[in-house]
C-alpha cells in the first residue's frame, strides 16, 4: 500500500498543482458545465489560486507525488475545492484531504463543516454523503468563476469537539 501524505501548499510548485487541478476539472466539472465556460479555467487558473491562497490549501502526496489538493480559501469552516488527479481518484485521497480539512475547521473552533457540489457531480455528492454530510439545500446559483448558473447542492456535516 502506497504511504498518503498531507503538508501545506506552501512547500509545493504551484505550476505542479495547476496541472493535477486542471486534469480533475476537465475529467470531473468540465462535461457538466457550458462548453462557452472552458476557456475560462485553464492550468494557470489553478497555478493562480495556489500562489494566492497557499496558506489554506492542503496537498496530498502519495509515494512522493501530489495527488490532489483541498482548501478553505478564505480560512473558515467552507471548503472551497478538493481536486484528486484522475490518476489517483479511489484511493482515499479524497477521504484523506476533507478528514485533514475538517480537523483544521475544527481547531479554528468551528461545530460545522460545509460545501457546495454541482448536483449533477454524483461522484463528489455521493462522497461527502458518505462522509456523514448531510444537503441543506439544492438551487440554482450563479457560478462566480464559470459566469453560470448551475445547479448547486450544499452539504453541512458536524464537527465532533
Same mark, same amino acid.
Given at each position: 500500500?502506497?504511504?498518503?501524505?498531507?503538508?501545506?501548499?506552501?512547500?509545493?510548485?504551484?505550476?505542479?498543482?495547476?496541472?493535477?487541478?486542471?486534469?480533475?476539472?476537465?475529467?470531473?466539472?468540465?462535461?457538466?458545465?457550458?462548453?462557452?465556460?472552458?476557456?475560462?479555467?485553464?492550468?494557470?487558473?489553478?497555478?493562480?489560486? &495556489?500562489?494566492?491562497? #497557499?496558506?489554506?490549501? $492542503?496537498?496530498?502526496? *502519495?509515494?512522493?507525488?501530489?495527488?490532489? /489538493?483541498? !482548501?478553505? @480559501?478564505?480560512?473558515?469552516?467552507? &471548503?472551497?475545492?478538493? #481536486?484528486?488527479?484522475? $490518476?489517483?481518484?479511489? *484511493?482515499?485521497?479524497?477521504?484523506?484531504? /476533507?478528514? !485533514?480539512? @475538517?480537523?483544521?475547521?475544527?481547531?479554528?473552533?468551528?461545530?460545522?463543516?460545509?460545501?457546495?457540489?454541482?448536483?449533477?457531480?454524483?461522484?463528489?455528492?455521493?462522497?461527502?454523503?458518505?462522509?456523514?454530510?448531510?444537503?441543506?439545500?439544492?438551487?440554482?446559483?450563479?457560478?462566480?468563476?464559470?459566469?453560470?448558473?448551475?445547479?448547486?447542492?450544499?452539504?453541512?456535516?458536524?464537527?465532533?469537539?
Amino acid at each position: 500500500m502506497l504511504e498518503l501524505t498531507i503538508r501545506n501548499a506552501h512547500f509545493c510548485d504551484a505550476a505542479e498543482v495547476g496541472v493535477i487541478g486542471y486534469a480533475s476539472w476537465r475529467k470531473g466539472i468540465a462535461p457538466l458545465v457550458p462548453s462557452e465556460t472552458h476557456a475560462l479555467v485553464s492550468e494557470a487558473t489553478f497555478a493562480d489560486f &495556489i500562489r494566492e491562497y #497557499w496558506k489554506q490549501i $492542503l496537498i496530498a502526496e *502519495l509515494a512522493g507525488r501530489i495527488a490532489g /489538493i483541498a !482548501a478553505t @480559501e478564505e480560512g473558515d469552516n467552507y &471548503i472551497s475545492d478538493l #481536486w484528486v488527479s484522475p $490518476l489517483y481518484e479511489g *484511493l482515499g485521497v479524497g477521504t484523506t484531504l /476533507i478528514t !485533514a480539512l @475538517e480537523r483544521r475547521v475544527s481547531d479554528r473552533g468551528f461545530d460545522t463543516v460545509e460545501i457546495e457540489v454541482m448536483t449533477a457531480n454524483r461522484r463528489a455528492l455521493d462522497l461527502y454523503l458518505n462522509l456523514g454530510y448531510v444537503i441543506t439545500w439544492q438551487d440554482e446559483r450563479m457560478d462566480t468563476v464559470l459566469q453560470a448558473p448551475l445547479h448547486k447542492t450544499a452539504l453541512q456535516k458536524k464537527l465532533r469537539r
